[in-house]
């Protein structure tokens, strides 16, 4: 018995360590994901000379608004003066890479910030010019949240590779942003946009990448009937389409792409049916078509990059332009033309310890691309929720210089933003949908000074 007893422990004490040995060999072979945690804290302090649209605690900027003169004609209530200092943009993100099975990598990372949340008086009385939401207590929000994919060393010579990205990402068309610190990092002179989206870039060896991605629509939505939604691509059923196609060689990279976006600017409609006026189901879609093209140079301590835009629509990108209706059927259905925008931004910086940087923007609106029968009223105009359908074109002038010792980083900038407004005529825009009598030009003044440790 006590024999059987020995044997059955030495046996125990084996399998043991033959499973401790498994367990070991195990571990060595499951890849362990590498969390890295990323962010800043960051302090904004900003003066306006001019009531302006702006978010984010107004220190998101996109411009100034139009003269409105008081009763007797004798003062501009919107030449305004205001001052913020907030440090509701600091930001906190997680990267987890490393895992991987033979060739396949797998990664994922989720990033949010603070601003959300914020509220305002809901009556100023005349006290006050109205503006954005800029006091309360800050709560987070998600900027950006997404796994990955991605396979290595294909082709015939293992060189090429091909990267998935599902989640909420910045869009394809707005991810290259200028050497700017300002919060607004361009618009409304280039995309601005993160959303959810799926999308893969191929790379062929190491100077080229094809890019294609399918997307829809959250925090920023395209205009309609119903105000900034994203009601409309939901009942469209048709998501957004990108295709790009990057190189890159020795400091010099150039890439350019093309977004269709068809959307459904409403489900119902009303029409007479059997001598009745019904509610009926309408077959409305409007699609538009937006190019860009991106490129850089860097060489040692100097940088150069330049955006521009061009085409149809991209309201729901923060560009200024948006969509009309132009008509009516008997069915009930409308008909829809797209406005035609184009944007550009040029940047350039200086040096490493001390930089400078220097920023141009320019818009201009275009017009409808197909004219309607007759001048339109502004209600028809589906213009994007920060700007105003009678803006002719903006400019922008953006000196910066900025400290970094280290972690740190120290910045001011002198901001300059002008913006040509028309007069509606009666209360409409022409066949084009565009104000052009009584152009004129009103512009803003911005000093905007920056605090921001990273971690």
Not at 421 to 434: C, I, P, R
Request: hydrophobic content about 35%; charged content about 20%.
């Amino acid at each position: 018995m006590k024999k059987l007893h020995l044997l059955l422990s030495a046996a125990l004490v084996a399998l043991c360590a033959m499973n401790a040995s498994a367990a070991e060999t195990a571990q060595k072979a499951e890849p362990k994901n590498n969390i890295k945690l990323y962010g800043f804290i960051r302090n904004y302090l900003t003066f306006d000379s001019r009531e302006s649209v702006s978010g984010t605690g107004d220190l998101f900027y996109y411009l100034p608004k139009d003269v409105k003169m008081n009763e007797a004609g004798t003062e501009d209530l919107n030449a305004v003066p205001s001052f913020r200092y907030l440090a509701l943009t600091s930001r906190l993100g997680v990267d987890v890479t490393g895992y991987s099975i033979e060739n396949v990598h797998f990664g994922a990372k989720i990033e949010a910030d603070f601003y959300s949340g914020l509220g305002s008086a809901s009556d100023v009385k005349g006290y006050f010019p109205s503006n954005t939401k800029i006091s309360g207590t800050a709560t987070m929000r998600l900027r950006q949240a997404y796994a990955t994919v991605t396979w290595k060393e294909l082709g015939e010579e293992g060189e090429n590779s091909l990267a998935l990205k599902m989640g909420q990402a910045w869009h394809p068309m707005g991810a290259d942003f200028p050497h700017v610190f300002s919060l607004e990092i361009g618009a409304p002179f280039g995309p601005f946009s993160r959303t959810p989206l799926v999308q893969a870039d191929y790379n062929l060896g190491k100077n080229w990448t094809l890019t294609g991605a399918a997307l829809t629509q959250m925090q920023y939505n395209s205009q309609g009937p119903v105000g900034a939604s994203p009601l409309y691509m939901k009942y469209g059923m048709t998501p957004e389409i990108y295709a790009g196609l990057t190189y890159k060689s020795n400091g010099f990279l150039v890439r350019g792409g093309v977004d269709v976006l068809s959307i459904k600017p409403r489900y119902y409609g009303v029409a007479t049916v059997n001598g009745t006026e019904s509610t009926v189901k309408v077959s409305d879609r409007k699609t538009s078509v937006l190019g860009f093209v991106f490129t850089q140079y860097t060489k040692d301590k100097f940088s150069v990059r330049a955006k521009s835009t061009f085409g149809q629509g991209g309201e729901h990108m923060n560009l200024m332009t948006g969509y009309a209706k132009i008509g009516e059927n008997p069915d009930g259905s409308w008909e829809y033309a797209s406005l035609r925008n184009s944007s550009s931004w040029l940047s350039m910086s200086y040096g490493k310890k001390w930089q400078g940087v220097f920023f141009l923007g320019y818009m201009k609106n275009l017009g409808l691309a197909e004219a309607a029968s007759a001048p339109l009223a502004k209600a028809d105009v589906y213009f994007c929720g920060n700007g105003f359908s009678n803006i002719n074109q903006i400019y922008r002038i953006n000196p910066q210089l900025i400290y970094n010792i280290g972690k740190m980083n120290l910045g001011v900038e002198y901001q300059y933003t002008a913006v040509q407004y028309g007069e509606y005529d009666g209360g409409k825009l022409n066949e084009y949908a565009l104000a052009v009598k009584g152009l004129h030009y009103v512009g803003n003044h911005r000093v905007n000074m920056m605090i921001k440790y990273n971690f």
